[in-house]
């Protein structure tokens, strides 16, 4: 079991609807971060939060929308999602940015109908 | 040419064998790399991190890195059945702080 903890673990969702991931960890980490991983390609990072504000967004559509409410939790929701949007979905945090080894949680696992 | 480049295998050796797993990359300014392990279905596992060139061990796994020729390398001893997953090089930029760069990873079949 991973230190990075993620629900769900599958979503399956419709194009119009609205739906989100959530992520927590325990470790004390003041960032974290959010990764796209499309079948047999790395992890794409998408979002960065540092000590719960916002630091890097990858020019990631509209549609996705991150957010961290405290330090332990960060989510992304999901509205009128496409098809090629399904991917699994990789939450990861670091003790802070930079030269900090990022942790993994296992993933949601994204499909748009 | 992508910044860091790793062969996608399949590379298949047999139980017990030394496995030996490398990226090369072109930009001078990464300082800082890990390896990871990704088992399918499941999230990528850090499995060594280390900041300067040399050699790093834990365990069956030995992390090397040569900054001078831009290259890095996992060493897996005693290689189990276990071990059959994706392997992912990454690596950071002192510039871009958090920002990894991936190699495309390869993947490992160990068999009986």
């Known amino acids: 079991d991973t230190e990075v903890t993620q629900t769900p673990k599958h979503l399956v969702m419709g194009m119009t609807n609205k739906k989100s991931l959530k992520c927590e960890q325990h470790?004390?980490?003041?960032?974290m971060y959010w990764y796209k991983q499309k079948a047999k390609k790395p992890p794409e990072l998408m979002f960065v939060?540092?000590?719960?504000?916002?630091?890097i967004n990858e020019s990631v559509p509209s549609r996705f929308s991150p957010e961290c409410p405290n330090s332990s939790l960060l989510n992304l929701h999901l509205h009128a999602l496409q098809p090629e949007d399904s991917a699994l979905y990789l939450c990861?945090?670091?003790?802070?940015?930079?030269?900090?080894?990022?942790?993994f949680g296992d993933g949601t696992r994204l499909s748009i109908l | 040419q992508k910044e860091v480049e790793q062969d996608p295998g399949p590379l298949s050796v047999p139980e017990g064998a030394i496995v030996s797993l490398n990226c090369t990359y072109s930009?001078?300014?990464?300082?800082?790399f890990m390896w990871y392990r990704q088992y399918s279905r499941k999230g990528p596992e850090l499995l060594m991190y280390?900041?300067?060139?040399g050699n790093k061990e834990d365990g069956r796994f030995t992390a090397q890195v040569d900054k001078s020729s831009k290259y890095i390398s996992l060493f897996i001893r005693d290689s189990q059945p276990s071990d059959s997953a994706t392997y992912l090089c990454?690596?950071?930029?002192?510039?871009?702080?958090?920002?990894?760069?991936f190699g495309t990873g390869t993947r490992l079949q160990v068999t009986l």
């Open positions: 990861a945090s670091s003790q802070r940015l930079s030269n900090q080894p990022q942790h």
């Open positions: 930009n001078s300014a990464f300082q800082y």
């Open positions: 470790m004390g980490h003041r960032a």
């Open positions: 990454a690596m950071e930029n002192t510039g871009t702080a958090s920002k990894l760069t």
């Open positions: 939060y540092s000590y719960e504000k916002l630091s």
């Open positions: 280390t900041y300067s060139s």
